[in-house]
């Protein structure tokens, strides 16, 4: 009987993570529609990873691979996961999404990012294994 219970459960947190994915995936159908063209992953891990000359890239706050907790880099705040495949309510909210790639863009970039910019990093980190 447990292991019905357990199957069942896990069937069920399956079938969530499935859901908000797909989320994440319309964020990314979103953005590649605004661009013009597909996102391309592994560009989205170079412009995740680089710095653009500036003292911080995405990863310095979000982690590298961000599938773990990250750390504000001047603030030392904790900053959930940012995968979809390991936190299922990252990247979900049409508004959340647009106000954190305006803000941390600037702090990146020093100036918003493009519609192609954000559709290679939501290619890249829709892509993201555990």
């Not at 750390?71 to 309510?89: F, Q, R, V, W, Y």
């Amino acid at each position: 009987m447990k292991i019905q219970k357990v199957l069942s459960l896990a069937c069920v947190l399956a079938l969530s993570a499935t859901a908000y994915a797909a989320d994440a995936q319309s964020q990314l159908r979103r953005w590649e529609q605004l661009a013009g063209q597909a996102g391309v992953a592994a560009r989205g891990e170079q412009f995740f990873n680089s710095k653009h000359g500036n003292d911080w890239s995405c990863a310095s706050c979000h982690g590298m691979p961000p599938t773990q907790m990250g750390k504000h880099a001047s603030t030392g705040k904790a900053i959930e996961p940012l995968a979809p495949a390991t936190n299922a309510k990252r990247l979900i909210d049409d508004a959340k999404v647009d106000k954190w790639f305006r803000r941390n863009c600037k702090d990146v970039l020093s100036r918003e990012c493009t519609p192609i910019e954000k559709a290679d990093v939501l290619a890249y980190l829709v892509g993201v294994k555990p």
